[in-house]
Protein backbone atom coordinates (compact mmCIF):
# COMPACT_ATOMS: atom_id res chain seq x y z
CA UNK A 1 0.00 0.00 0.00
CA UNK A 2 2.57 2.31 0.58
CA UNK A 3 3.84 1.92 -2.67
CA UNK A 4 0.86 2.95 -4.23
CA UNK A 5 1.08 5.91 -2.26
CA UNK A 6 4.20 6.64 -3.17
CA UNK A 7 2.73 5.93 -6.74
CA UNK A 8 0.21 8.34 -6.74
CA UNK A 9 2.14 10.83 -4.97
CA UNK A 10 5.00 11.11 -8.21
CA UNK A 11 2.05 11.40 -10.22
CA UNK A 12 0.43 14.13 -8.42
CA UNK A 13 3.78 15.97 -8.70
CA UNK A 14 4.58 15.40 -12.20
CA UNK A 15 0.83 16.50 -12.96
CA UNK A 16 1.65 19.80 -10.69
CA UNK A 17 4.93 19.95 -12.71
CA UNK A 18 3.12 19.95 -15.93
CA UNK A 19 0.24 22.46 -14.64
CA UNK A 20 3.20 24.60 -13.43
CA UNK A 21 5.24 24.28 -16.73
CA UNK A 22 1.79 25.42 -18.73
CA UNK A 23 0.97 28.03 -16.67
CA UNK A 24 4.44 29.52 -16.98
CA UNK A 25 4.03 29.09 -20.85
CA UNK A 26 0.65 31.04 -20.44
CA UNK A 27 2.21 33.27 -18.77
CA UNK A 28 5.28 34.15 -20.79
CA UNK A 29 2.54 34.51 -24.32
CA UNK A 30 0.62 37.17 -21.86
CA UNK A 31 3.72 38.91 -21.46
CA UNK A 32 4.44 38.88 -25.46
CA UNK A 33 0.52 39.98 -26.15
CA UNK A 34 1.16 43.03 -23.17
CA UNK A 35 4.29 43.97 -25.21
CA UNK A 36 2.84 43.29 -28.91
CA UNK A 37 -0.28 45.75 -27.51
CA UNK A 38 2.21 48.39 -26.33
CA UNK A 39 4.16 48.27 -29.54
CA UNK A 40 0.53 48.78 -31.51
CA UNK A 41 -0.08 51.16 -29.02
CA UNK A 42 2.88 53.42 -29.30
CA UNK A 43 2.88 53.55 -33.30
CA UNK A 44 -1.06 54.25 -32.97
CA UNK A 45 0.23 57.39 -31.11
CA UNK A 46 2.86 58.03 -33.22
CA UNK A 47 0.95 58.04 -36.23
CA UNK A 48 -1.84 60.06 -34.22
CA UNK A 49 0.98 63.13 -33.77
CA UNK A 50 2.16 62.43 -37.70
CA UNK A 51 -1.65 62.90 -38.79
CA UNK A 52 -1.89 66.06 -36.29
CA UNK A 53 1.46 67.55 -37.88
CA UNK A 54 0.10 66.97 -41.34
CA UNK A 55 -3.40 68.64 -40.41
CA UNK A 56 -1.12 71.41 -39.18
CA UNK A 57 0.93 71.75 -42.27
CA UNK A 58 -2.61 71.34 -44.20
CA UNK A 59 -4.06 74.33 -42.59
CA UNK A 60 -1.30 76.42 -42.74
CA UNK A 61 -1.38 75.91 -46.80
CA UNK A 62 -4.94 76.48 -46.87
CA UNK A 63 -4.39 79.68 -44.81
CA UNK A 64 -2.43 82.90 -45.97
CA UNK A 65 -2.22 86.88 -44.96
CA UNK A 66 -2.78 89.14 -47.76
CA UNK A 67 1.50 89.51 -47.72
CA UNK A 68 1.84 85.89 -48.47
CA UNK A 69 -0.53 85.12 -50.82
CA UNK A 70 0.08 88.17 -52.73
CA UNK A 71 4.00 87.80 -52.56
CA UNK A 72 3.27 83.58 -53.35
CA UNK A 73 1.69 84.82 -56.17
CA UNK A 74 3.47 87.32 -57.57
CA UNK A 75 0.48 89.58 -57.59
CA UNK A 76 2.46 92.70 -56.12
CA UNK A 77 1.96 94.92 -59.06
CA UNK A 78 -1.30 94.47 -59.46
CA UNK A 79 -2.08 94.43 -56.04
CA UNK A 80 -0.09 97.33 -53.79
CA UNK A 81 0.54 97.74 -50.45
CA UNK A 82 -1.42 100.85 -50.60
CA UNK A 83 -4.32 98.24 -50.94
CA UNK A 84 -4.24 95.68 -48.38
CA UNK A 85 -6.40 97.40 -45.79
CA UNK A 86 -9.17 98.07 -48.94
CA UNK A 87 -8.82 94.01 -49.26
CA UNK A 88 -8.36 93.07 -45.81
CA UNK A 89 -12.18 94.81 -45.10
CA UNK A 90 -13.47 93.27 -47.93
CA UNK A 91 -11.83 89.75 -47.07
CA UNK A 92 -13.50 90.30 -43.62
CA UNK A 93 -17.04 90.54 -44.90
CA UNK A 94 -16.37 87.98 -47.61
CA UNK A 95 -15.75 85.67 -44.54
CA UNK A 96 -18.55 86.62 -42.28
CA UNK A 97 -20.43 86.80 -45.20
CA UNK A 98 -20.47 82.59 -46.00
CA UNK A 99 -18.87 81.83 -42.45
CA UNK A 100 -14.92 81.12 -43.10
CA UNK A 101 -13.08 81.75 -40.29
CA UNK A 102 -10.34 84.52 -40.45
CA UNK A 103 -7.26 83.05 -37.94
CA UNK A 104 -5.18 85.53 -35.97
CA UNK A 105 -1.32 84.30 -37.12
CA UNK A 106 2.13 85.95 -35.58
CA UNK A 107 4.07 88.13 -37.79
CA UNK A 108 7.34 89.30 -37.24
CA UNK A 109 8.85 92.69 -38.28
CA UNK A 110 5.84 94.67 -38.21
CA UNK A 111 4.60 97.13 -35.45
CA UNK A 112 1.72 94.80 -34.99
CA UNK A 113 1.83 91.32 -33.00
CA UNK A 114 -0.73 89.42 -35.65
CA UNK A 115 -2.48 89.29 -38.99
CA UNK A 116 -5.23 87.48 -39.97
CA UNK A 117 -5.01 84.34 -42.18
CA UNK A 118 -7.48 83.68 -44.48
CA UNK A 119 -8.61 80.52 -46.03
CA UNK A 120 -7.68 79.70 -49.60
CA UNK A 121 -11.34 80.42 -50.70
CA UNK A 122 -11.65 83.54 -49.80
CA UNK A 123 -8.19 84.85 -51.11
CA UNK A 124 -9.44 82.84 -54.48
CA UNK A 125 -12.71 84.63 -54.41
CA UNK A 126 -11.06 88.29 -53.57
CA UNK A 127 -8.63 87.78 -57.24
CA UNK A 128 -11.99 86.98 -59.00
CA UNK A 129 -13.73 89.76 -57.25
CA UNK A 130 -10.26 92.31 -57.88
CA UNK A 131 -9.59 91.01 -61.94
CA UNK A 132 -13.60 91.89 -62.38
CA UNK A 133 -13.76 95.32 -60.89
CA UNK A 134 -13.02 98.10 -63.14
CA UNK A 135 -10.45 100.14 -63.28
CA UNK A 136 -9.15 103.26 -64.83
CA UNK A 137 -5.96 103.34 -66.41
CA UNK A 138 -3.47 106.21 -65.63
CA UNK A 139 -0.91 106.37 -69.06
CA UNK A 140 2.13 107.72 -67.49
CA UNK A 141 4.58 109.12 -69.99
CA UNK A 142 8.13 107.67 -70.06
CA UNK A 143 10.85 110.07 -69.15
CA UNK A 144 12.52 111.50 -72.98
CA UNK A 145 9.02 111.32 -74.36
CA UNK A 146 7.57 114.70 -75.62
CA UNK A 147 3.74 115.40 -75.46
CA UNK A 148 3.88 117.07 -78.84
Known amino acids: MAEAYLAQERRILA ?29 LNASLRAETKADMALDEAHR ?28 GQF ?23 YPWQALAALQRHECQRARQIALVPTPGETGA
Open 95 to 117: CQQWGLSMVPVPVMGKPWPTEKA
Open 64 to 91: MTIEEFIVKNGLLRQFPATEWSRMAIWL
Open 15 to 43: LEAVQRDEQQARLAQQDLVIASQAKAIEA
